[in-house]
Structures are given as C-alpha cells and as structure tokens.
C-alpha cells in the first residue's frame, strides 16, 4: 500500500508540474458531449427505434456509453502507456531493480490514470445531471457497483495484455487496437448493436465492453437489478475469471523474455 | 565451514540475437542472424570489503555483466549466488542486497526535484517515515548536496551522478554495482566521490564495490583488484599485488600501463 501510495505522489507531482493537460481534459470532456448533443437534436428521431426497449434519447444513450468507454479506456490504455512511458524516460530498469514486485509496479502505474479516468466519468455524469438534465432516478446503485467492479477488473486484464505487448514488441499493439477501435465500433458504445449486421453483432459477443455497455445502461435508466443483468453479468465474470489470471501470467513472462533479450529499457 | 565469498558468478554466459526490423525480416527471412555473444564462461566471487575493477574497452561486456547481477537480465548459461542465494530462487533478497549506480541521468524523473526523487525511491525499496527521512539526511550530507529541492532537470551533471550514488545507497545495500559513475563529471567532484566511496564505503563500511569501466588509467588506482573483459571473455583475475609481483613492479608503481597492455594483448590469461 505504501509503495503504491508513492507512485500516486510520484505521479501527481509529475503530472502538476505541467499546467493545462487537467484543464483541456475537462474542457475536451464537455467539447464531446456537446458534440453528441447537437448530433443528437438533428438525429436523435431516426435512431430511437433500437433504443425504445431502453426508453431513453440518443444523447442519453451515447452519454453513459461514452463516459464508460473513456473510462476504460482511459484506464485500461495505462498500464500500456505507462509501461512505454518509462521506458522511453528510462526509469522502468531504475523501478525493476528495486525489491519490489513486478504486480505491485504495473497496478502502481495505472492508479493515477484510473483517478483521472474516474474524474471524467464524474464530470460526464455532472454534464449529464446538471446541464442536459438526462434522468438518472431509476439507477440502480448495487447493480452499478457490481458492473464497475467486473468491468475494471476484465478490462485491467486487457491492458495488463496490451502493456504486455508493449514491453516485448515496443509498438504496433494489436490488443490497444482492439481496445480502442474494435470495442468502439462494436461494443454498443455509440449507438446500439441491433443497428449492426448480423455477423457484425456476432462479434460483439466476444467484447467484454457489450455486455458491460448494455448492462450499464439497463442498470442507469430502467434500473435493472443484479437479477435482471444475469445475462450479461455472466459473461463479464467469466471475461474476469479467464482474463485476470491470465494477462498477470502473460505479463511475466514478457518481463522474463524481454529480461532474457536484454530489452527491458529499448523502446 | 562458512563461505567467506559474497558475490559468486560462475560460467556466466550470454549471448543476444541481433533485433531485426520488419524490412529485414521480410526481406531476409532465410538468413538467420548469428547471435552476439557479450559474455563467456565468466566465473569470478569477491568477499566483504573490496573494491574491483571491471576493466575493458567499450563492448566488452562490463555493464552485460553488472545487469546480470543486478537480475535485470538472465544470463543463457551459468549462476550467480550473492550471499548465498540466487536471483532465481529469492530475487527479492538480491535486490535488497545490491545498489545499482549508473552514469544514465534519464533513469530519474526529470521533472521532479533530486529529494523528490529519492523519497519515491526509497519508498520502492521499503523505507518511509521518519527513518527514511533521516536516512535521506544523512546521505545528503555525506555526499554534501547544496539543493536536493531543485528540479532534477535543472541540477548539474555531478549534482545528478550524487543522486544517482545515494539512490544506489538508500537501502544500505552490501554490495555496490557501479557502472561508469564518473563519467562527464569534472575533476574536484570525481575526486570527491572516489574518496568517499574509497574510504567511506569500501574501508569502513565495508561494502563489496564492482566498477565498471573503460576508463583504466584513471580508475586503477582506485582498485584493489581487477577483473579484465575482452569480448565477453574473462581475460585476468588478479590483486593489484600480485600483479606487481608477477611482472616484478616497484611497489609504489602504477599498473595502469600494465592493465591496458593486458586489455590490447592478444589471447586471454584468466
């Protein structure tokens, strides 16, 4: 705890010492949200069919979508970027060479961001609340914690693998890619998979971020309980049951090959 | 009956196949790239108290040898005990046994101040609170740093070299790995450190110290003993006596002469 309470200084004192990156984060945060409310009052008829089951606009739809993604997004893409980060600083051999574990530094290293992440989910959440007045009455609150915890921890499992790739392989990461760009198209994130084809829709299956989407969004404005999520909370315990486990056993042996190659500090 | 070694490596080989980029892989994908070997067969132990030299010219295989050590790389052959235990077997207990002191300035971040830097580190290797505070004192001190609240980017190359020494100190490691830590350092505070590791850490402390460098006439002097690599070769073992007693040197004469003409010489004499 206290190592990992020395990487959040360590990181807040680094991240302080630059002026504006907070400042034109929360205004990149409204600027995306305006963005998808006036798509929303020119458009917002024509794709309300999918989304009556919901009972909710488009922009409230995209909204919870987007701020989720870019949570885990954000958060997920840490470990990754982080690892590169060191790297290219030349600090990652100055941190192996310290007794400390090699799980305790790769959780270490994404903690800020996940704090950041969070922040911007309470702003989107605050935008949402205060300035588009989108109801939030009917969340359910224990089936949002539930679906936080499942998704952070299989999504952490992703960016534990993507950062993996990261360390042996430098750049080019096909697990960022799908992270960032297949997840987005077919997760549900910006518009509801039943507007995709069928094999498109077949796809998604295998996101963790679908069922995480579409339970998210169940649990926010028709407030579903755990229940009534079963279908979709099953999958993501098994994403996390299979993923964790698997990206820590995957990560260590990156660290010992790139220990092996001599290409723990190359980027 | 106790073994008196503390550092023990022996028949440490390693070998590393050159990295290929995407064009040549694609364009020579028949051709398989011969591997380089940056260590072979090096066996050597050192006990509590001394300082060696880990001679040889650039590419040699000097700092392939202390990353070894230091278990930031697996060696493809061979072992390496330091008090009696293994990087494989308890890694933990080698990281706390060992400093690691470089002359690489990115290896800190730069955008926090020296103090900064090392509470963060300190933290890594399990000290805080006031012991880590005092700890921190006392290495500042000793190595007599003017500002350890400036920016690290803006401290001066020495001023950075004694960052990274105490950082290699905060845990008061036994063994001490140093890989060129005088390098681009002007000659008052080359003249510092070498003392202070001379006559604080090695005679007093009694710190096992391997320095690594190419630097030979400058650093010999400081060594009182020496390990010699020639590509990756093991190519002399010996005490600055027994050194002048084989080549019948005056006692008081320097052996730096005699250390490079060993290095330049053809064929190996472990």
């Known amino acids: ?267 | 009956m106790a073994d008196s070694r503390f550092v023990v490596a022996k028949g440490i080989t390693k070998r590393f196949m050159p990295l290929r980029s995407l064009h040549e892989v694609v364009g020579r994908f028949l051709d398989r790239p011969s591997p380089v070997t940056a260590l072979d067969d090096v066996s050597f132990s050192a006990e509590r108290g001394c300082l060696i030299g880990l001679l040889g010219p650039n590419g040699a295989g000097k700092t392939t040898l202390l990353k070894v050590l230091a278990t930031l790389l697996l060696p493809d052959q061979g072992r390496v005990h330091i008090a009696g235990r293994s990087p494989e077997d308890d890694p933990v207990f080698i990281k706390k046994n060992i400093g690691l002191v470089t002359c690489q300035e990115r290896s800190f971040f730069w955008r926090l101040t020296g103090r900064e830097n090392l509470t963060f580190f300190a933290a890594l290797y399990g000290l805080d609170g006031p012991a880590a505070r005092k700890r921190l004192d006392r290495l500042l001190d000793d190595f007599k740093v003017d500002d350890p609240d400036k920016r690290f980017d803006a401290c001066s190359s020495g001023t950075r070299q004694k960052f990274s020494f105490i950082r290699g100190l905060l845990h008061d490691p036994p063994l001490l790995l140093l890989d060129e830590p005088f390098a681009n350092l002007d000659a008052p505070t080359r003249r510092f450190l070498k003392d202070l590791l001379k006559k604080h850490l090695v005679a007093q402390q009694k710190k096992t110290v391997l320095l690594a460098t190419h630097e030979i006439a400058e650093h010999a002097p400081l060594c009182d003993r020496f390990l010699c690599l020639k590509e990756g070769r093991l190519c002399l073992d010996a005490t600055a006596e027994s050194l002048r007693r084989t080549h019948r040197l005056d006692p008081a004469a320097g052996i730096q002469d005699l250390l490079i003409n060993i290095l330049e010489s053809p064929g190996t004499t472990p």
């Not at chain 1, 609150?141 to 998704?151: A, F, M, N, R, Y």
């Open chain 1, 1 to 267: 705890m206290k190592k990992l309470l020395a990487f959040l200084k360590k990181d807040f004192l680094q991240e302080s010492s630059y002026r504006w990156p907070l400042v034109f984060g929360i205004f990149g945060v409204l600027m995306t949200t305006l963005i998808y409310y006036f798509i929303d009052r020119l458009f917002g008829e024509r794709v309300a069919g999918p989304l009556e089951d919901l009972g909710v606009s488009y922009f409230g739809y995209v909204l919870v979508g987007l701020a989720f993604f870019s949570y885990v997004g954000f958060g997920l893409g840490s470990f990754s970027d982080q690892i590169q980060r060191e790297q290219t600083q030349g600090t990652l051999e100055a941190l192996l060479v310290t007794p400390t574990g090699l799980t305790v530094i790769l959780l270490s290293m994404g903690i800020w961001n996940f704090l950041i992440a969070t922040l911007d989910l309470l702003i989107y959440a605050g935008l949402g609340l205060f300035l588009f007045h989108i109801d939030f009455s009917r969340t359910n609150v224990p089936s949002l914690l539930v679906i936080w915890t499942l998704s952070v921890s299989s999504f952490s499992a992703l960016g534990i693998l993507s950062a993996s790739f990261t360390l042996i392989y430098k750049r080019g990461n096909p697990v960022s890619w799908v992270l960032s760009q297949a997840e987005g198209l077919l997760g549900g994130v910006y518009f509801p998979i039943a507007v995709l084809p069928a094999w498109l829709q077949f796809l998604a299956h295998f996101l963790p971020i679908t069922y995480a989407i579409r339970a998210l969004q169940k649990a926010v404005y028709q407030g579903t309980s755990l229940a009534g999520l079963k279908a979709e909370l099953l999958p993501l315990l098994a994403f996390c049951i299979i993923l964790l486990p698997a990206s820590f056993a995957v990560f260590n042996r990156a660290v010992q090959k790139a220990r092996r190659d001599g290409t723990l500090a190359q980027y």
